[in-house]
Structures are given as C-alpha cells and as structure tokens.
C-alpha cells in the first residue's frame, strides 16, 4: 500500500487537475540579453531568412530560477552546469559560446534582477546561426546569442502523478542526431513525441531508442525504483544529460541511501517496476502513476519519490543548507 500523498509547500500551490503544460508567455516590456548587449524584448528583431529558424541550426538551455517568499530570494538553479552543458552543445553545432561560465552566470543574475522578478521563472539562452541566407551547413555561419526569462510554474501537474504512454516515435540515435547535445532541430522530434501522448489523452510520451530501450521522456529523464535500486538510462542511450538527473542521483544515494545504477531499460519493466519519475528542469519531478495503461507500483504516488520531491522543492528554494550551492541567490 503507497502512503498517502503529503503536500509539500510546491504542491499546494495550484489545482490537482490533470497535467497540462503551463505556457510561458512573452512579456513584450521585459528585458533581454542580445548580442552583447540588454535590452527590450519587444525591441529585438529577427529577419525572416535567420537561418537557425529553418534548419533548426541553434542550442539552447532551459534553466529555473525558485522564488522563496519568506526570504524574499530568487534562487537560480544550476547555472554553470547548465552553460557547461551549452559549451558542450556548442561544441557538437560547430559554434563557440561567446562567454565564459562565470560572465554567462553574471549575465543571468543581472538579467533576472532587472526584470525585477519575484515569481519562479525560467531563464532560456539560445545560441544561433543568424546569418539570412538560404543554404543548409554548419560552416561558415553568424551566430547570435540571447537570453531570455519569463515567469514559469510547472511544466507538467506533480501532484497526483501523471499517465504516460510510451511513443510510436523513437529517440533520435547519436549517430544521426546528438541527443547529448540540446539542439533546437532535435526538438521537433520531443513535439511529435509530445503531442501524440496530449492528444491520446496521456500526459506524458516515454520514447525508446531505436533499439527498443527506454531512453527519456519528451524533455526529462527517466528514473524507475526496482528491487531497492534506482535504475536510469546510461547516458549512451540517447538521452540529453540531464542536469536534474545528475542532482537527483546524489539525492537517491546521500538521501535515500539507495544504490543507482546506469543500465538500458526494457520497455516491460515500466510496467513491472516499483515507482517511476520523469525528471528535469521543466518537469522538475513527476512521479508516473501509469504507463499504457498499466499502474506502475500501486498506482498512486510511490513513497520514494515523494521523499525525493519534498528535498528537492526544499533544497532548490535554497531552504536546504547543504544544497545552499545548488543555487545562486540573485537579489
Ligand atoms: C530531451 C530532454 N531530456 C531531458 C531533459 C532534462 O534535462 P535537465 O534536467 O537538464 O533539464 C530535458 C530538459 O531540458 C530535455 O529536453
């Protein structure tokens, strides 16, 4: 029998309806970070033949920025981590990242403290081909590099667990397309992968590599509990390597006290496993009550991973001393 489901002070926070992605809106006023410079977002302008808009020739971050109410303290979350992993990007899309880790974290804070925002939010860097020609490469190319950051609450509903199916679309292979690597082309495949399982009445796809594994969700990692061990896709099975992922490894070892291991997935056991969560930025962590139809674990919430919400909403609200450095405080 699952215990019951405790509300932590993240959880309470909105309805318990059935998991819909909030939209990130554009605030037309807010500021921005352009090509080297800050400004308004509706000032920006970018021409119709920018080449990444075709050809999907950009990479890109996703980053939480966890506003604490009592403290009056924005906390930004895993920020080098995340512009490490957008140099690695860069790297794959034959592009270098115009800053280092430290003057890219300084750009954040200071983007987030002149939009003055007191809400959580989510900070999206993006380095593109900008030049306006027609002709598809990597070489020989302009890039242009921004970031951006609006108020964000939950990308997928955590309460009551979401419903999952596993996706008629497979992952991209590494040797086609860098899952690793966060492109924006690669996206297209996350939204028919996306899409297929809203619109069948799921809220979640899980899709597997071509041979057949489990890989990742449509933009989070995949953890199942079996046995007492925590078990999660190695990184060779294309998956992007997610930052929460990493987190939350630590968290199932020092927290938890049970072992994880990285092994390939086969699609049965989602059905036959203990407690599944998808995790990630976005989708911070989602337990998965159900896969094609089938209840993982008893059905409801498993006990694990609502311990290992109730340390990360903690911790990533900078209310944790020990991860006092996953986090930098902006104000
Ligand atoms: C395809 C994909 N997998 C996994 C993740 C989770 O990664 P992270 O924890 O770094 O946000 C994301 C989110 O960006 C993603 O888009």
């Not at 971050?61 to 981590?81: D, F, M, S, V």
């Not at 030049?131 to 950051?149: K, T």
């Not at 059905?271 to 896969?291: F, H, K, M, N, R």
Request: proline content about 4%; hydrophobic content about 40%.
């Amino acid at each position: 029998m699952q215990a019951a489901l405790k509300l932590t002070p993240e959880m309470s926070v909105e309805t318990k309806s059935k998991a819909t992605a909030k939209k990130a809106v554009t605030h037309p006023n807010s500021w921005v970070f352009f090509d080297g410079e800050f400004g308004r977002y509706h000032d920006i302008k970018l021409g119709l033949m920018t080449h990444a808009l075709h050809y999907g020739t950009g990479c890109f971050e996703g980053i939480r920025a966890y506003w604490n109410e009592k403290q009056e303290q924005l906390y930004l979350l895993q920020a080098p981590a995340h512009y490490e992993r957008l140099r690695r990007s860069a790297n794959v899309m034959r592009m270098t990242v115009p800053y280092s880790t430290e003057e890219l974290v300084n750009l954040t804070v200071e983007l987030l403290r002149r939009n003055q925002f007191k809400s959580d939010v989510y900070v999206r860097p993006l380095l593109y081909a900008s030049s306006e020609e027609i002709g598809v490469r990597l070489h020989d190319l302009q890039h242009s590099f921004f970031i951006y950051a609006t108020p964000f609450g939950k990308y997928v509903e955590v309460e009551a667990g979401i419903r999952c199916v596993v996706s008629s679309w497979r992952r991209v292979p590494d040797q086609s397309l860098p899952a690793r690597a966060k492109i924006t082309g690669s996206y297209a495949q996350s939204a028919l992968a996306k899409s297929e399982a809203i619109e069948s009445g799921f809220d979640e796809a899980i899709v597997l590599t071509v041979d057949g594994h489990v890989s990742e969700g449509s933009a989070e990692n995949v953890f199942m509990l079996k046995d007492g061990v925590f078990v999660t896709p190695p990184v060779t099975d294309d998956i992007l390597e997610g930052v929460t992922r990493t987190l939350l490894m630590s968290l199932i070892k020092d927290e938890l006290g049970k072992p994880v291991v990285e092994r390939s997935i086969d699609r049965t056991e989602l059905y036959t496993c203990d407690e599944l969560l998808l995790c990630g930025t976005g989708a911070q962590i989602s337990p998965v009550v159900e896969v094609d139809r089938r209840p993982v674990g008893g059905g409801s919430v498993g006990e694990f991973t609502q311990e290992l919400q109730s340390i990360y909403f903690g911790a990533v609200r900078g209310e944790v001393a020990k991860y006092k450095d996953w986090t930098i405080p902006v104000y």
